[in-house]
Each structure stands twice: as C-alpha cells, then as structure tokens.
T-cell receptor, first 111, second 112 residues
Framework: DTAVSQTPKYLVTQMGNDKSIKCEQNLGHDTMYWYKQDSKKFLKIMFS???????INETVPNRFSPKSPDKAHLNLHINSLELGDSAVYFCASSQRPGSPFFGQGTRLTVV | RKEVEQDPGPFNVPEGATVAFNCTYSNSASQSFFWYRQDCRKEPKLLMS???SGNEDGRFTAQLNRASQYISLLIRDSKLSDSATYLCVVKGANFGNEKLTFGTGTRLTIIP
C-alpha cells in the first residue's frame, strides 16, 4: 500500500489553465507538506498543514492555494498556470516533529 | 550565506572506496538534522537522522559538529547502488517551526 500517494503523476497543460494535484497519506501522520523541486533540483517548501491548520506558508504566488479537507489529505490548486510553474511537486507527511515521508511527485509541465 | 550549503559534486568514486560529504548550515539554533537520498526522477527518501553524538547505520555514519555548524555523511565500502544525490536537511529551531530547509544535494556516482 502506498503511504503517500499523489495524483496525477504527470500533468501537461497549457499556460493560463487551472489545475489541481491531490495528495493522500495513510500513515496516520498529523502534518502534511507541499514541496516544489525546480529544474536545478532545488527542493523548497511551499506549505505545511498540521491537523488541517496552515502552519507554514512560504512566499509563493497566491495563484497557489492549498486545501486540507482532513488531516489525511492535502490538495494543491494552481490558477492561471505559467511556464515558470513547471517543476516536480512533492507531497509529504510526517508525525510532528519528525522527518517527512515523500510521495512519488507530480511532474508538471506548462506549455 | 545560504541556509544550508552542500558541495554539488559530482563525486565519482570507485566501488569499495570510502566517501564523505559535508554540509554547512547558517542557523546556530537549528535542532534537527537529516540526510536524505534521491535517485534520479524519484522522491527523496530518509537515509538517516543525525544525532549530536554521531550515529552509524551499517556502512553509513553521520556526524554533527555544532561548533562549526556542519554535518557530515561517511559511506564506507561504497556500492553501485549508493549512486544517488544526497540531500542535507536542517530543521527549524522551535517546535512550532516545522520548516525543513534542504540543501541542493551532492551527486555521487559509484564507478565499477
């Protein structure tokens, strides 16, 4: 059974579109994260939720909006996609304050 | 100074050799430290946590030097399967600060 699962795994879309990435964890963790890994492989945190409460909100454009309906799910919605949004987006979870366990990533390509 | 800094490599090392990486961090109040490995086109996976007294897991040894603000990873008797990018990770100082900062990674290739 996959511990942290993200869908879709690959996403190719045109500029200006709106898209969502879903994430679910079955580890019983209380904290979930979204990370972005750019073409230079730099991994940077975007958001973190603990028990559905936003605890980390890094400087990202407000076109990116996370939503946590419950502590096992953290979705990421992106409006008006731009070329520079192309990256791999990783969802992760942890039991606070432990180290995160990552999902397999969503490779987003904006054309 | 970057929050977490690593030598990007690449390190090309013959099989069976010993290799070591260092990683420096800027926040002296940082509390938790980890090494992750990331294979090509895969997600990062926790390799080991780094404890103040140093710790070992099989062929891997991690150490923390708070005075000089660096952590290290030593791999002995390297295997072809050790080829990966190794990411140094530093966690914020407070319980309420869950932010982990990743280094850019050190690329290691083990040569047969």
């Amino acid at each position: 059974d996959t511990a942290v699962s993200q869908t879709p795994k690959y996403l190719v879309t045109q500029m200006g579109n709106d898209k969502s990435i879903k994430c679910e964890q079955n580890l019983g963790h209380d904290t979930m994260y979204w990370y972005k890994q750019d073409s230079k492989k730099f991994l940077k945190i975007m958001f973190s939720y603990n028990n559905k409460e936003l605890i980390i909100n890094e400087t990202v454009p407000n076109r990116f909006s996370p939503k946590s309906p419950d502590k096992a799910h953290l979705n990421l919605h992106i409006n008006s996609l731009e070329l520079g949004d192309s990256a791999v987006y990783f969802c992760a979870s942890s039991q606070r304050p432990g180290s995160p366990f990552f999902g397999q990533g969503t490779r987003l390509t904006v054309v | 100074r970057k929050e977490v800094e690593q030598d990007p490599g690449p390190f090309n090392v013959p099989e069976g050799a010993t290799v070591a990486f260092n990683c420096t961090y800027s926040n002296s109040a940082s509390q938790s430290f980890f090494w992750y490995r990331q294979d090509c086109r895969k997600e990062p996976k926790l390799l080991m946590s780094v404890y103040s007294s140093g710790n070992e897991d099989g062929r891997f040894t991690a150490q923390l030097n708070r005075a000089s603000q660096y952590i290290s990873l030593l791999i002995r008797d390297s295997k072809l399967s050790d080829s990966a990018t190794y990411l140094c990770v530093v966690k914020g100082a407070n319980f309420g600060n869950e932010k982990l900062t990743f280094g850019t990674g050190t690329r290691l290739t083990i040569i047969p």
